[in-house]
């Protein structure tokens, strides 16, 4: 049974308590014309992004995630399908939505309190509020007292941060977040995931993360989204009910990373 109720469906599933529905995605497809023929990026891609909840899309690489993340922002536009979000199709930018992108678009001229700001400047808030979100944030992410520091002086984990700090400040509905750690060494990496954690369980947003990295998707996620190679399909869904922190090394971990290897198109 379906049914939309103020903006938010309810997912009556058996043996567990009913869910939040944030955002459907129903059908999705993306074409794109090429020199020839057609290419198709996305086909009829369908899944639900619950309230709450850190989903992880987990595909190799140009597989069409990034297509299929901008569509669900309202940035590109889209073959067929739709995008719901509170009862209505999306059907350009959606202000509740916030990106954090997979290569770091901050701007180099600017501050690190410049760049967090900057979305809340271009909506018009006041200096003095706009400030007091943002200290929030950039605190948030542990670059307290690094408010003046242009990105030169910045680490590539650092400036992840003021990317994710500045979505935050906009005080999204989803967080969309493209690969954000996939040009971090592996230790800064390491760190990255468990300070995004560290953010979401204190924040309680809503997560759609976006990953080629098997390991950092058991890792972060409640359930994982499996693509296919391009064009993207969904070949498989998975419950992540593993207890936080995991452990990477640990049996239950492995045995979850073993099912949905067996079944990836991921170059393991």
Known sequence: ??????????????????????????NLSKLYLGKKNYFEAVSDVSFDIREGEFLVLLGPGRCGKT??????????????????????????PNPEFSMVFQKRAILPFKTVMENVELGLKFKGMPKKERRAIS???????????????YPSALSGGMKQRVGIARAYAMNPQLL???EPFGALDAQTRYAMQNEILRIWEQEKRTVLFVTNNLEEAVYLGNRIILLSKAPAIVKAEYEVELPRPRNMTGPEFMDLRMRISDNTDLSI
Do not use: C
């Not at 939309?4 to 308590?17: C, F, H, P, V």
């Not at 901008?70 to 889209?78: D, L, S």
């Open 176 to 178: 969309i977040m493209d």
């Open 67 to 92: 297509v299929l993340l901008n569509i669900i922002a309202g940035i590109e536009e889209k073959s067929g399908g739709s995008v719901i979000y509170n009862g209505q199709e999306i059907k350009g």
């Open 135 to 149: 200290q929030k944030y950039i605190d948030l992410v542990g670059l307290q007292g690094f408010e003046n520091a």
């Open 1 to 26: 049974m379906e049914q939309i109720n103020e903006t938010i469906e309810l997912d009556q599933t058996a043996g567990k308590t009913a869910v939040k529905k944030k955002v459907e995605v129903k």
